[in-house]
């Protein structure tokens, strides 16, 4: 694993980036995440299965919705996973994708994209617990009468933090045991569906309100693949990250794609009309399928879903205030470790508390501002993988992205270009009484005013004088 030397030799006016192994003498008698539980986790930041997938299926149809599914992870994911993989073997630092772009560009950036980052959770998160809530009223009505959905929105966002104030062990392990489970009732799907060929062609559904069309479709396919940077955020916490992380990331990417592919491709076979489909529908389809109990463990995996997503997305969040906490970036209150489990446990709970203030907003427009603020940051990590290429020629990156130089820079391309849909649709929704393209430009132009008020408030800067370290 890195040392904090090599940033202090070679960008002399940074400080040490965060949490490595000098800054955490007892790390080594914590468990750290191995292969399958890293990959779990991976999965749940990305995906959480096919859950919140049906209205591509609404917007695009059948086949144009299974070609978007193929299609989104060789341009979209595959090229992210293949960035991180390189980036987090070469600096496998606490914070990931913020210590890499620091490195890569200097403090102003680093701070943007922890900015970016942070800000885009604020929406991102809140969709979690919205399908958590949107699963259980299939099966329990009740629950969509007065505030009582946002009530229980609001238990799924304290258990999640308590479970990480837990550890990380406690949380991979969860996602791996929930991966499990909520990928029962679709492998029972896939297995069904050919004995139904033609059989749905002619089912009476529910009514859907969705009014998602196909470039609606295509940007909740991209949110459906977005998030593989979320799980270096936790390097510090991985055994052996330079080799674990690559192949975490290209198993997962697999795993991800097979589990939104198959099932739609299943029912696409049983005849049932694409417009049968919208949010949450999944429930229902299932119980045509299957019956009762096929719809109850729909139900209850989707639920499953959202939980195992926002469970693990606290873990890589919350990493992020502390890193920045021991960069000197933020107070240092958000450095704060639980004695035990050594989870950030201030930094859990302030961002929880963020969390819990969008949970009102709806799906689609929590999708489009997430994938604007979160596409501006991945952005950023494309160009430091780049810039790192022409600084640090020399650094050890156990795993490289092919093709050389040219291929670091063109493996940048095809991402930015599917980004280029969000602000086309970020024209069309609107917070607050104005676009959602206005809005995040607020959001992000925000950044640089929040990275000059901390300098007015730390004159002297962010680097801090280090205390020797003990001989060992």
Not at 188 to 210: C, D, E, Q, R
Not at 231 to 246: D, K
Not at 368 to 389: K, P, Q
Not at 430 to 458: D, E, P, W
């Amino acid at each position: 694993m890195a040392t904090a030397s090599a940033p202090r030799q070679q960008t002399e006016n940074l400080q040490p980036l965060s949490a490595v192994p000098n800054k955490t003498p007892n790390r080594k008698k914590f468990v750290r995440l191995t292969l399958w539980p890293l990959v779990a986790a991976t999965f749940f930041m990305v995906s959480g299965g096919t859950y919140g997938t049906e209205d591509i299926v609404h917007g695009a149809g059948y086949w144009r919705a299974i070609l978007i599914l193929l299609l989104t992870p060789l341009l979209w994911s595959l090229p992210t996973a293949f960035m991180i993989g390189e980036l987090s073997s070469a600096l496998p630092f606490e914070g990931g994708y913020y210590a890499w772009v620091r490195r890569a560009m200097g403090n102003f950036w680093g701070f943007q994209e922890a900015w970016l980052s942070l800000v885009a959770s604020i929406f991102d998160m809140a969709i979690y617990p919205t399908l958590f809530v949107a699963y259980l009223t299939r099966m329990f009505p009740w629950f969509q009468v007065n505030n009582r959905g946002w009530w229980v929105a609001l238990v799924v966002v304290i258990a999640c933090a308590l479970l990480n104030i837990a550890g990380v062990k406690v949380v991979s392990m969860t996602s791996l045991w929930l991966f499990f489970a909520l990928s029962a009732p679709f492998v029972a799907i896939v297995l069904l569906a050919p004995f139904k060929f033609g059989a749905l062609a002619n089912a009476v559904t529910k009514p859907t309100t969705s009014t998602v069309d196909i470039l609606g479709g295509l940007l909740i396919c991209m949110w459906n693949y977005m998030g593989w940077d979320n799980a270096s955020t936790i390097a510090t916490e991985v055994e052996r990250p330079q080799r674990t992380y690559p192949r975490a990331m290209l198993v997962a990417v697999a795993i991800v794609a097979v589990s939104y592919i198959l099932p739609f491709a299943a029912m696409w076979a049983t005849g049932l009309k694409a417009n049968a489909w919208e949010t949450g529908s999944w429930a229902d389809i299932a119980g045509l399928l299957g019956g009762p109990l096929l719809r109850v463990g729909v139900v209850l995996g989707g639920m499953i879903s959202a939980f195992g997503m926002f469970n693990a997305l606290v873990m890589s969040y919350s990493r992020l205030p502390l890193a920045m906490a021991q960069d000197g970036m933020l107070p240092g209150v958000f450095g704060k470790l639980q004695k035990k489990s050594r989870a950030p446990w201030v930094a859990i709970v302030a961002l929880a508390i963020g969390w819990a203030m969008c949970l009102g907003l709806g799906f689609a427009r929590l999708v489009t501002l997430d994938i604007l603020l979160y596409g501006a940051s991945l952005l950023l990590e494309f160009v430091a993988l780049a810039v790192l290429r022409f600084r640090e020629p020399d650094l050890a990156r156990p795993f490289r992205v092919p093709g050389g130089l040219f291929g670091a820079i063109a493996i940048g391309i095809p991402p930015m270009l599917l980004l280029g849909f969000s602000v086309i649709r970020s024209e069309h929704e609107s917070v607050l009484g104005m676009s959602s393209f206005a809005f995040g430009m607020i959001l992000i132009a925000a950044g640089f005013v929040a990275y000059a008020v901390n300098h007015l408030l730390k004159p002297a800067g962010w680097v801090r004088e280090e205390k020797p370290q003990p001989a060992a």
